[in-house]
T-cell receptor, first 113, second 112 residues
Framework: EAAVTQSPRSKVAVTGGKVTLSCHQTNNHDYMYWYRQDTGHGLRLIHYSYVADSTEKGDIPDGYKASRPSQENFSLILELASLSQTAVYFC????????????FGPGTRLTVL | GDQVEQSPSALSLHEGTDSALRCNFTTTMRSVQWFRQNSRGSLISLFYLASGTKENGRLKSAFDSKERRYSTLHIRDAQLEDSGTYFCAAEAGGGSGNKLIFGTGTLLSVKP
């Protein structure tokens, strides 16, 4: 069974502070994704990566940076957290570029005050 | 951009009844995944389909193999534990690393 873990599971941050969300997968998957979910809505893609040391912008990248230091790890960085970034963040992975199921982590609930 | 239209937005069922959820896509999609989000917020993967149908217990999903522009999730003999929010997500292919495009969800409430 594919395994994607996220840390922390929840976090409270102050406006203007730096936040780092971490994702770790043990699936040996090439592709990793960061999505955000706002209350009452579906998920939207922030950043993704298909190889270590490289990241790509998704649909809503503004205010976020991503880092892929290794195949297993993918981080989402909020340099200056804002109230509008309060959301639940999900990480996902999949094997490669072809059509494959994406495996999701449990999510991180971020509250910016 | 590519869109996923999910219906209904909310659904109330009595135990033992059947129903169906539907997702329409504004363009041809490569695959579809269905999820249930529980009260803790976790996404539980129900089905992944690149074509055809899949069945798991009381749940059955289908992906239109010809036009590839809609998918359905059928719930048979609904139980209380089926309550939650159901999302479909479609893979468009091409740019953005084959991202998933999510529908806005169906809030399902199963009542005794």
């Amino acid at each position: 069974e594919a395994a994607v873990t996220q840390s922390p599971r929840s976090k409270v941050a102050v406006t203007g502070g730096k936040v780092t969300l971490s994702c770790h997968q043990t699936n040996n998957h090439d592709y990793m994704y960061w999505y955000r979910q706002d209350t009452g809505h579906g998920l939207r893609l922030i950043h993704y990566s298909y190889v270590a040391d490289s990241t790509e912008k998704g649909d809503i990248p503004d205010g976020y940076k991503a880092s892929r230091p290794s195949q297993e790890n993918f981080s989402l960085i909020l340099e200056l957290a804002s109230l509008s970034q309060t959301a639940v963040y999900f990480c996902a992975s999949k094997p490669g570029l072809g059509s494959y199921e994406q495996y999701f982590g449990p999510g991180t609930r971020l509250t910016v005050l | 951009g590519d869109q996923v239209e999910q219906s209904p937005s909310a659904l109330s069922l009595h135990e033992g009844t059947d129903s169906a959820l539907r997702c329409n896509f504004t363009t041809t999609m490569r695959s579809v995944q269905w999820f249930r989000q529980n009260s803790r917020g976790s996404l539980i993967s129900l089905f992944y389909l690149a074509s055809g149908t899949k069945e798991n217990g009381r749940l059955k999903s289908a992906f239109d193999s010809k036009e590839r522009r809609y998918s359905t999730l059928h719930i048979r003999d609904a139980q209380l534990e089926d309550s939650g929010t159901y999302f479909c997500a479609a893979e468009a292919g091409g740019g953005s690393g084959n991202k998933l495009i999510f529908g806005t969800g169906t809030l399902l409430s199963v009542k005794p």
